[in-house]
């Protein structure tokens, strides 16, 4: 460079744009698009996803929970206010070995038995149940959104706790089922459903598509409740909270029946089940000693099987002949949203 050129640069104005230019070269540009935000996990709404596997409805088994997510199944939304763990699943896909329900249903790793004990809370809102189905047969209509199912003996349901409401209702019902544990022949099983909020099970339409009147003290679609159930030392503690609603609270012995004889079936049980001819008795040390675990999510009750077949359970939903798509596009699902949620050790009650 000679001497003329040095000096050119080194006039002021032109030595002040270089030293600019060089500047702008070393300092980080301002994007003018929004950085991605990271993905938000279940696990990172609610943080127990580590002790849990869980099964979609379209037959996906995931065994780790940890930053995982199965979108149109399991996953996290907002509703502007709070993130929410969503469980949607249709009426027809891929079940279980033992069921003819679909689910998108955590199962807990840990297995106890009712002497040990353990303990379950939720709080959740239903935001969908299927529209389509027979207003004859009791499981129409509902999910469950939390129960406890054995593992061992005839791995039957001590508990399960429903969501159901009929098409044309603003309000549903909240009730729980007790499934008897069986005396010999499991065929012969019935639940015993015991209302939360609004009907218990046993409230059914009189024909396909008529509907009992509204209950007034019901839960809408959308509207949150809570549930705590505790088992301790056999006993099956159980609350039910909900903002506006009555604090309803339940016990239940696991370790001694209350069905043991014929005489001893409710009048309900005779009068749902009896079509299907159960009417069984139940052990006498009911579950005492058998292994459970707890579930949690969304468990549809409504299918696709002929009401003809069994007129408690066979819900006769439309399925669109498995094409999960469309039953999302017309209705016929359920979709549960949990924003809390527990898992730990049975405690004492206050009651004992």
């Avoid at 001893?264 to 049980?269: A, G, L």
Wanted: aromatic share 12%.
């Amino acid at each position: 460079m000679n001497t003329k050129t040095i000096k050119l640069l080194l006039q002021p104005p032109l030595l002040l744009a270089i030293i600019l230019l060089l500047n702008s070269c070393n300092t980080p540009k301002n994007s003018t698009t929004k950085e991605t935000k990271s993905a938000i996990y279940p696990n990172d709404v609610i943080p127990f996803m580590s002790e849990w596997s869980i099964l979609c409805g379209d037959g996906k088994n995931i065994k780790d929970l940890v930053n995982v997510e199965h979108k149109e199944f399991f996953y996290v939304s907002n509703d502007g206010k709070t993130n929410w763990v969503v469980y949607k699943t249709p009426n027809s896909g891929v079940t279980s070995p033992n069921s003819g329900n679909t689910r998108t249903e955590l199962g807990q790793k840990k297995h106890w038995t009712p002497e040990t004990g353990g303990k379950l809370t939720g709080t959740l809102k239903v935001m969908h149940v299927s529209t389509s189905g027979d207003a004859r047969v009791a499981a129409s209509y509902s999910v469950v959104v939390g129960q406890i199912h054995g593992t061992e003996g005839h791995q039957n349901e001590p508990l399960k706790i429903f969501y159901k409401k009929f098409p044309g209702h603003k309000k549903g019902s909240v009730f729980w089922n007790y499934e008897i544990n069986t005396a010999g022949n499991n065929d012969k099983r019935w639940d015993y459903s015991t209302a939360v909020w609004g009907y218990d099970m046993a409230v059914i339409g009189t024909s396909p598509a008529s509907y009992p009147e509204e209950p007034k003290d019901g839960i809408e679609l959308g509207e949150e409740f809570s549930y705590e159930v505790n088992v301790y030392n056999g006993i099956m503690y159980f609350t039910f909270t909900s903002k506006g609603h009555a604090t309803k609270k339940f016990t239940k012995d696991l370790t001694k029946s209350s069905f043991a004889k014929y005489a001893d079936i409710p009048q309900q049980v005779l009068t749902l089940f009896a079509a299907i001819g159960r009417d069984g008795v139940e052990k006498e040390n009911a579950y005492a000693g058998e292994l459970q675990n707890f579930k949690q999510g969304a468990y549809n009750q409504t299918n696709g099987k002929a009401p003809e077949t069994n007129i408690v359970w066979s819900t006769g939903s439309e399925t669109y002949g498995g094409d999960i798509a469309k039953q999302y596009a017309n209705g016929c699902y359920a979709e549960v949203w949990f924003k809390k949620a527990t898992l730990g050790a049975g405690t004492l009650s206050k009651k004992e």
